[in-house]
């Protein structure tokens, strides 16, 4: 999650700045020989590019080719893969619909696929929130945040510090606080408030809420940054002519602000789909899911049966299955939403380059 | 910036670079000179040099302690200074990483060590099936024949591919003032009479029983002693190998366990509770003396006395108050009353192994080392002639339990693997929680036996 959204955060600027450096400089430096030109900037490019893709496909391409072959198998993952036994799609049949074989769907659907379509649906039901409850608190707080105010840049630190923390770190520390016989436990039965009666994680019922409190606490930050850097960017003209005109201070936010940063807002709805399909750390560190799967999610459920069961061929599977939902999720929301920003790039890059 | 990024990016190839050279290099040095040994010779003074890996799940405690990882290091110095060609390389692994993921990557990496822990049964046969073990039959019948039946276990078709250092009963661990203080005279010996300690404990504010089910296992060994006490010994054996759960007594166990909770015997969300880490968990509470009972194995004194402040009058001030019984008979049920649970500890040997690490284990399970063990780090020796070593009364009186027992079944997760017995125990915690019954439990074990 957090290596996606570096590098998704670290390539806006980026391109910008190399778009900004050809229109500095547009005239490249005419050569005697075209040739041999061309072949040192095809050298160039390969060893610039090289081993950056050579560790693409050794990390990226070639475990994830060997985790859908593992996928056809029944192969207990403890033992070496000659022993394992071809079994066709049958591992994804089991995750998705309990298995072909009426005599065991039953069982299988209990014991397989409800657990996998309860992890789908904490994952969807994290997106969904996502969108509901940490959007508009974020944008509430980024709002408040761009104004000038003594402590505002103090404020910003501490809003952005969760997000700094290590996740194994938050989730210690949250499960040292929510103990059943913590200070947070402590503190609110002190006030005579009733807390969940199986503890705040395990609760069948509060588990997932609590999780998706610790996910929102540890997160937003992220979101609350992304705006402020949206914000930073809206012409100051337009706010004061919009003042002058006898805005008010919402209006100005509701008709100005927010619709510029659109963009912005839509960057980090990116994120953060990508990242909650992809959720793991915090859940894992917190009791592997829960002790009942309150909220595991799909790669919890995946690391589960794949380290703690041994059940590789079945574990490959739902890599696999989640490979295909986040890559599906991607193009959708690409093609579907972010279509107008990226369209806009190309055709701004495209008209720099022919005046180049 | 730019430049400041190329700078670590260069730093950091150089640091992974010097890595994999670090890690080429010790690889080396560390087994060329085991293959130049495998030619055969026994180890005496004058042969090829040996080096043996050795892997290990005991570790320093949360107050610095290691009486075990010492006495391990001891009897290494000992061996090699009678074999100077021997050099043993040590690595202490928290039980969990080692069980779980160190062992089974190094072992499918073909780079495994030498010498390992090992926790007998179903994980044990999987690794035989794999080739991954050394065939100790021929090479220690002796010291196999001197251990005794504690070695089945750590044996798969006839053929004994490790030999144990220590093996426990579990039960009840519980503080005799606590039940002194609710007016209980008697240790509960029936379902019935644990029914009434948890009522006279709960009349008197004093949490009955402590579980730590937010580990699972811990709140899965409830389960295991209500099936081992409805299930016919013919029934649990022939399940480690069939793993057919089609007797209606494995249903039976779940609805005694449901029965069971129905009594609210347990510590506030016990699900929200882990076993070992930290002052609210089970044995915590237990040893602060917030609760007066816990299910739990032989090793639980050690973990009762990491919450003493290590002074040798607060461990023995803890140890007068500890008390210990076997899990009460049931009514009814084909098993018998007096079957207990337990499981130990091993050590394996990788099949390209040098012969002296088979040697090396047979000095390590050999009576003298294991009454050492026994007097330095309170294991609960398998060898007969080290059980004298055994001094804890506590101790004393479980091994002597596990002595008259109809017959001593290993942990059911262990027997069962790591899929059957992980699939078993999610079931039982959803009995804990309330999201499942005793027949979901049948099925989800049953459903993942099918699976392998």
Not at chain 1, 28 to 57: C, M, Q, W, Y
Not at chain 2, 27 to 55: F, I, K, R
Request: hydrophobic share 45%.
């Amino acid at each position: 999650m957090t290596a996606l959204e570096a590098s998704g955060t670290g390539k806006a600027p980026a391109v910008d700045a190399k778009a900004s450096a050809a229109g500095d400089h547009p005239v490249t430096p005419a050569t005697s020989n075209p040739r041999r030109d061309a072949r040192r900037k095809r050298l160039e490019i390969a060893i610039f590019v090289g081993p950056a893709l050579l560790i693409f496909f050794t990390f990226v391409v070639f475990p994830m080719v060997m985790a859908a072959r593992y996928s056809l198998y029944k192969w207990d993952s403890r033992q070496p893969f000659e022993l394992a036994e071809f079994i066709g799609l049958d591992n994804y049949t089991r995750a998705l619909i309990g298995g072909t074989d009426p005599e065991t769907q039953e069982i299988f659907w209990k014991a397989y696929a409800e657990p996998f379509w309860n992890a789908v649906g904490n994952n969807g039901q994290i997106i969904v929130l996502s969108m509901l409850i940490q959007l508009p608190v974020a944008m509430i707080v980024a709002l408040v945040l761009n104004r000038k105010f003594a402590g505002r840049s103090s404020v910003r630190l501490i809003i952005f510090a969760p997000y700094v923390l290590a996740e194994v770190t938050a989730g210690l520390m949250w499960m040292m606080l929510l103990d059943p016989r913590g200070p947070v436990t402590q503190m609110i039965q002190g006030l005579g408030l009733p807390t969940p009666s199986q503890g705040w994680l395990e609760d069948p019922t509060w588990g997932f809420w609590t999780f998706f409190f610790i996910v929102s606490w540890k997160y937003i930050g992220l979101a609350i940054i992304l705006f402020l850097a949206g914000l930073a960017g809206v012409p100051q003209e337009l706010q004061e002519a919009a003042s002058i005109d006898g805005a008010s201070w919402w209006q100005v936010q509701w008709r100005i602000n927010i619709p510029l940063i659109g963009p912005t807002v839509r960057v980090w709805a990116f994120l953060s789909i990508i990242g909650s399909i992809q959720l793991f750390d915090m859940a894992w560190v917190l009791n592997k899911g829960g002790s009942t799967g309150q909220y595991s999610t799909i790669a919890t459920l995946m690391v589960d049966i794949g380290t703690q069961r041994n059940d590789g061929g079945y574990a490959s599977a739902l890599a696999i299955i989640m490979f295909i939902f986040s890559m599906s999720a991607a193009l959708a929301y690409m093609a579907l939403i972010m279509r107008r920003d990226t369209a806009n790039g190309r055709t701004r890059k495209a008209k720099k380059g022919v005046k180049a | 910036m730019a430049s400041m990024r190329k700078t670590s990016a260069a730093v950091a190839f150089a640091a992974s670079a010097a890595l994999l050279l670090a890690a080429c290099s010790s690889d080396g040095t560390e087994t060329d000179p085991t293959e130049s040994a495998t030619g055969g010779e026994t180890s005496d003074a004058g042969g090829e040099p040996v080096t043996l890996t050795w892997w290990h799940n005991a570790v320093a405690g949360d107050n610095g302690q290691n009486d075990l990882g010492d006495y391990w290091q001891s009897l290494a110095d000992a061996y090699t200074a009678e074999n100077p060609n021997v050099t043993i390389e040590i690595e202490q692994i928290q039980n969990e990483d080692l069980q779980r993921t160190r062992i089974p990557l190094a072992l499918q990496s073909g780079d495994a060590p030498d010498l390992f822990q090992a926790w007998g049964g179903g994980e044990l046969a999987t690794q035989v099936e794999s080739g991954y073990l050394m065939d100790l039959t021929d090479t220690l019948a002796d010291d196999i024949s001197r251990l005794g039946g504690g070695v089945a276990p750590w044996q798969y078709e006839g053929s004994t591919y490790g030999l144990p250092f220590q093996f426990g009963v579990e039960g009840v661990w519980y503080r005799e003032s606590l039940f002194e203080e609710a007016g209980i005279t008697e240790e509960p010996a029936t379902m019935a009479d644990l029914g009434d300690a948890v009522q006279k404990l709960k009349d008197a504010g004093i949490t009955p029983i402590a579980v730590g089910a937010a580990d699972g296992w811990p709140a899965a060994h409830w389960w295991y002693n209500f099936a081992l006490r409805s299930c016919s010994q013919d029934v649990i054996q022939s399940a480690g190998t069939s793993l057919d759960f089609s007797d209606q007594c494995w249903i039976d166990a779940g609805e005694q366990l449901e029965e069971f909770l129905g009594t609210e015997p347990f510590q506030d969300q016990f699900i929200s509770t882990v076993a070992q880490t930290g002052a609210t968990s089970s044995a915590g509470l237990v040893a602060t003396g917030e609760a007066a009972m816990e299910l739990m194995g032989h090793w639980n004194v050690f973990v009762y006395e990491g919450f003493t402040d290590g002074s040798e009058e607060a461990i023995d001030a803890l140890h007068d108050d500890l008390g210990w019984f076997p899990m009460p008979a049931t009514d009814g049920g084909a098993g018998d009353p007096t079957a207990a649970l337990g499981g130990g500890d091993g050590f394996a040997c990788y099949v390209d192994a040098p012969p002296e690490c088979a040697d090396f284990l047979a000095f390590i399970v050999s009576d003298e080392n294991q009454a050492g063990a026994a007097e330095a780090a309170g294991i609960l020796p398998v060898a007969p002639a080290a059980a004298e070593a055994v001094t804890n009364p506590v101790l004393v009186e479980l091994s002597q339990v596990a002595g008259n027992a109809a017959y001593v079944q290993l942990w059911l997760d262990t027997t069962f693997g790591t899929n059957v017995g992980g699939a078993m125990n999610d079931g039982i915690v959803g009995i804990f929680a309330g999201t499942g019954d005793a027949q979901d439990v049948v099925d989800l074990m049953t459903a993942a036996a099918l699976t392998q």
